[in-house]
């Protein structure tokens, strides 16, 4: 496990947390994609720069790339040996999404840009909301795609708390046993 992508079903599943946990325990940089996709005062980066600067990253001896934002998939897949996904109920999502903007209000998130404070807005529940069933299918879909790209690739699926402390605590070079 030397190239890690970390996604998850929804905003809230836990992917931030993950990472930097793994990052830790297996002294490998990890990379948020949201510090690289926003800009300060929440201004999107132009799609090239994202595309690239993931490229450059990719290209490294080892790394932990944590975040959805499936437009660019294709440059972290094709680098990657270990596919994690979170999928957690769509509650466990919300709940931390809306504890996470308490917890952190005013304040920039260390996985988030400079610049970019907390925030929450009825948009980004509404996408959380309308977006989640049809994300699990298309993220099943990339787990699937990555398996059959090469045979020594690795799938991990967690899909409760429980599993996900039990794989960050010690199971951190296992496969899911759980069905794509």
Same mark, same amino acid.
């Given at each position: $496990?030397?190239?890690?992508?970390?996604?998850?079903?929804?905003?809230?599943?836990?992917?931030?947390?993950?990472?930097?946990?793994?990052?830790? @325990?297996?002294?490998?940089?990890?990379?948020?994609?949201?510090?690289?996709?926003? @800009?300060?005062?929440?201004?999107?980066?132009?799609?090239?720069?994202?595309?690239?600067?993931?490229?450059?990253?990719?290209?490294?001896?080892?790394?932990?790339?944590?975040?959805?934002?499936?437009?660019?998939?294709?440059?972290?897949?094709?680098?990657?040996?270990?596919?994690?996904?979170?999928?957690?109920?769509?509650?466990?999502? #919300?709940?931390?999404?809306?504890?996470?903007? #308490?917890?952190?209000?005013? @304040?920039?998130?260390?996985?988030?840009?400079?610049?970019?404070?907390?925030?929450?807005?009825?948009?980004?529940?509404?996408?959380?909301?309308?977006?989640?069933?049809?994300?699990?299918?298309?993220?099943?879909?990339? $787990?699937?795609?990555?398996?059959?790209?090469?045979?020594?690739?690795?799938?991990?699926? #967690?899909?409760?708390?429980?599993?996900?402390?039990?794989?960050?605590?010690?199971?951190?070079?296992?496969?899911?046993? @759980?069905?794509?």
């Amino acid at each position: $496990m030397k190239k890690v992508v970390v996604t998850g079903v929804s905003a809230g599943a836990g992917k931030s947390t993950l990472a930097a946990e793994l990052g830790k @325990k297996l002294d490998i940089p990890v990379y948020h994609l949201d510090s690289i996709y926003w @800009k300060p005062g929440w201004i999107e980066a132009d799609p090239e720069e994202f595309r690239g600067a993931q490229e450059e990253i990719a290209a490294r001896d080892s790394w932990i790339i944590e975040g959805n934002y499936t437009a660019s998939f294709d440059i972290r897949l094709k680098e990657a040996d270990t596919f994690i996904y979170l999928e957690v109920p769509l509650r466990v999502c #919300l709940y931390r999404v809306l504890k996470r903007w #308490l917890t952190n209000l005013g @304040k920039t998130r260390p996985d988030m840009a400079e610049g970019c404070p907390e925030k929450m807005d009825v948009e980004f529940l509404r996408f959380i909301i309308t977006t989640y069933k049809a994300r699990k299918g298309k993220m099943r879909n990339y $787990m699937q795609g990555f398996l059959e790209a090469d045979p020594a690739n690795q799938v991990i699926f #967690l899909s409760n708390q429980k599993q996900i402390d039990e794989f960050a605590k010690g199971g951190c070079a296992r496969k899911s046993d @759980k069905q794509i």
